[in-house]
Nanobody, 124 residues
Framework: QVQLVESGGGLVQAGGSLRLSCAAS?????????MGWFRQAPGKEREFVAA????????DYADSVLGRCTISTDNAKNMVYLQMNSLKPEDTAIYYC????????????????WGMGTQVTVSS
């Protein structure tokens, strides 16, 4: 099993920044995994935000966050981060950390492990 715990969400004004963190652990966890961030706003489907290959470092970003967000890992701490800048009200959502044993992908169905999520609220 793999355990993922997110933190760092909160209330921020438009134009502000937040850094989300995801702590990864568990006997099945491997640094060959791909880590992803997804978000889900009320009444909407879960959508891809960003992903990173832990071993190779390759990244992918949704067009809606490209240039505003950076995904990164800290191998020593088994942590995954999502730095979000220039936040907009439409970024308001629950943000989830996820892990899969395959390649970098935007498909939520490819991710077998999920955290409980952290709320991000951006006020206008």
């Amino acid at each position: 099993q793999v355990q993922l715990v997110e933190s760092g969400g909160g209330l921020v004004q438009a134009g502000g920044s937040l850094r989300l963190s995801c702590a990864a652990s568990g006997r099945s966890f491997s640094r060959y995994y791909t880590m992803g961030w997804f978000r889900q706003a009320p009444g909407k489907e879960r959508e891809f935000v960003a992903a990173i290959s832990w071993s190779g470092g390759g990244t992918d970003y949704a067009d809606s966050v490209l240039g505003r967000c950076t995904i990164s890992t800290d191998n020593a701490k088994n942590m995954v981060y999502l730095q979000m800048n220039s936040l907009k009200p439409e970024d308001t959502a629950i943000y989830y950390c996820a892990a899969n044993s395959g390649r970098v992908t935007r498909s939520p169905s490819a991710f077998a492990y999920w955290g409980m999520g952290t709320q991000v609220t951006v006020s206008s």
